[in-house]
C-alpha cells in the first residue's frame, strides 16, 4: 500500500504490517518517518534491531543467517535494511522472498533513496507494495 509520510501515523496506528519501505530525497521526513515505525515496532515488543547496509558487493546470506536464526534477546525483530540505490543486485530475488513470506515476528524496514522508476517498478518493489507499507516519494513539504 502506497501512502504518503502525512498517512504513516494513521497507517501505522491500524498495526503493524511486516515490512515498509520508505524512500525520498528528503532525509529529516524520511528520518522521521522510520522512527515513526521503529517507534510503533518497539510498542509492539519487537526490540531486536539489526541494521543491514546494502552496498555494492553485500552478502547477502547475512540477512539470510538473520532471518533463520532465533533472536538472542527478544521474540520479535527488527531487520532494517538500508539500501541508498535502491538495488539489490544479486539479492534481489532473496529480498523479494522476504518481502512476500517474512519470518515469523519479523517486521522488515527498507530505507531508499528517491528512486527512478525503472528501480521502483522491480519485482522487490512490487512486492512490497502489494504486501506491506510504502512511503515512497517522501520529498520535501512546501508551503511551509
Not at 519501505?21 to 519487537?46: F, K, N
Not at 536464526?69 to 529480498?95: C, I, Q, V
Not at 522487490?124 to 516519494?137: F, H, I, L, N, P
Amino acid at each position: 500500500m502506497r501512502s504518503r509520510v502525512e498517512e504513516l501515523p494513521a497507517a501505522l496506528s491500524r498495526g503493524l504490517k511486516n515490512s515498509y519501505w520508505v524512500s525520498g530525497d528528503e532525509p529529516l521526513l524520511v528520518a522521521e518517518a522510520c522512527d515513526a515505525i521503529r517507534a510503533r515496532a518497539r510498542a509492539e515488543q519487537y526490540l531486536d534491531r539489526q541494521v543491514f547496509f546494502v552496498e555494492k558487493g553485500f552478502d547477502w546470506d547475512l540477512l539470510r543467517g538473520a532471518a533463520q536464526s532465533l533472536s538472542l534477546f527478544a521474540e520479535r525483530r527488527m531487520f532494517e535494511l538500508r539500501m541508498p540505490t535502491g538495488k539489490p543486485d544479486r539479492g534481489a530475488d532473496y529480498l523479494t522472498g522476504i518481502i512476500e513470506n517474512p519470518p515469523p515476528d519479523t517486521v522488515l524496514l527498507v530505507i531508499t533513496a528517491k528512486l527512478d522508476k525503472k528501480t521502483g517498478d522491480a519485482a522487490w518493489a512490487r512486492a512490497m507494495e502489494r504486501t506491506g507499507v510504502c512511503a515512497a516519494g517522501v520529498a520535501a513539504r512546501t508551503g511551509q
